[in-house]
């Protein structure tokens, strides 16, 4: 929740970015880590018509409100779970696109757990998040291996661009 009007303002408009950057299609399978009260998955929901969309997020109370909210939309094709992406076991190759809106790089291990999304993406699948701080070499780092990451400022926040390793952690030399 914001507590600051304020703190709105640098996320006005970046769901256009995030979509575009996102390619979500008809089918797609798609997850979106952080989800809050699950604004961000109804919108992959509604981009996924004949896919879905999985919201993850470690707060029970906000995954209650994104439940009432998709009720409420009549987003059939939207769910929710409680979990900590850094180690859920997300289903392997579950998911064409992985997205969030936020708090991507705020996990205690960003490493593992972007070592843990890789394993739940497609081969050819993508990752977009956004985040209003994130340092450009952060970022490349902690996505160390995964391909074309691109890391774009848009509107006072940065937009971030990978797809899939081709080498998955702790596949054999």
Known sequence: MIADIRQ???WNGVDAALFAA????????????GCGTGTTTRIAARLASRGYAVGVDISAPLLRTAQKLTA???VA???????DAQVHPFPPCGYDVIVSRGGMLSFPD???????LARALMPGGRLVLVSSRSDPD?????????????????DGIRLVTAGRPRRMPGDAD
């Open 8 to 10: 709105a303002h640098p």
């Open 22 to 33: 996102a390619g979500i299609k008809p089918a797609d399978r798609v997850l979106d880590i």
């Open 72 to 74: 409420a939309e009549k």
């Open 77 to 83: 094709n939207a769910s929710y779970q409680v979990a």
């Open 110 to 116: 960003p490493a593992a757990a972007f070592r843990n």
């Open 138 to 154: 952060r970022v490349r780092a902690v996505l160390d291996g995964w391909e074309n990451v691109e890391v774009e400022r848009h």
